[in-house]
């Protein structure tokens, strides 16, 4: 999933499934993720959100990250569900964020673009997504890329 990165392009984003041994990478995008939104959680309740990004249960949270460089610069999280209105399941985006350092090179849409396309590949009728007022930069994406 997502574009192959050469040694000779370390400025190219690729997006991969979470992995058990990306669970240091991924505390510190998440508590970073957490910061940004000037919350905290319990450490039992961090350690379970990683089981479960790591559980392929069916409905559960799926999880992804954006590598540039070989560097772990920003992660996804996203469920597969139901809908009230249609026959088809669909994929609701919950948490996206990407390492200030590295904004603007393409991560925030590399994520779309790869649970989109995790999405339609499960039968899924959209994508979609929630984001809080101030996040204006996040808005502007998702209104280019929706």
């Given at each position: 999933?997502?574009?192959?990165?050469?040694?000779?392009?370390?400025?190219?984003?690729?997006?991969?499934?979470?992995?058990?041994?990306?669970?240091?990478?991924?505390?510190?995008?998440?508590?970073?993720?957490?910061?940004?939104?000037?919350?905290?959680?319990?450490?039992?309740?961090?350690?379970?959100?990683?089981?479960?990004?790591l559980?392929?249960?069916?409905?559960?949270?799926?999880?992804?990250?954006?590598?540039?460089?070989?560097?772990?610069?920003?992660?996804?999280?996203?469920?597969?569900?139901?809908?009230?209105?249609?026959?088809?399941?669909?994929?609701?985006?919950?948490?996206?964020f990407?390492?200030?350092?590295?904004?603007?090179?393409?991560?925030?849409?590399?994520?779309?673009?790869?649970?989109?396309?995790?999405?339609?590949?499960?039968?899924?009728?959209?994508?979609?997504c929630i984001?809080?007022?101030?996040?204006?930069?996040?808005?502007?994406l998702?209104?280019?890329?929706?």
């Amino acid at each position: 999933m997502g574009e192959r990165m050469g040694d000779e392009d370390a400025a190219v984003v690729t997006v991969r499934p979470l992995a058990a041994a990306d669970e240091t990478a991924w505390r510190r995008l998440w508590s970073g993720y957490l910061a940004f939104y000037e919350t905290a959680l319990p450490d039992e309740m961090v350690d379970l959100a990683f089981q479960r990004l790591l559980s392929d249960a069916p409905n559960e949270f799926q999880g992804r990250l954006a590598l540039r460089g070989g560097e772990a610069v920003g992660l996804a999280h996203f469920l597969f569900h139901r809908h009230g209105w249609r026959v088809e399941p669909v994929v609701y985006l919950q948490d996206l964020f990407v390492d200030p350092a590295h904004r603007g090179a393409g991560a925030g849409r590399a994520f779309f673009e790869a649970v989109s396309a995790v999405g339609y590949r499960g039968g899924a009728g959209f994508v979609y997504c929630i984001t809080q007022y101030f996040t204006a930069p996040a808005r502007r994406l998702y209104d280019r890329v929706g």
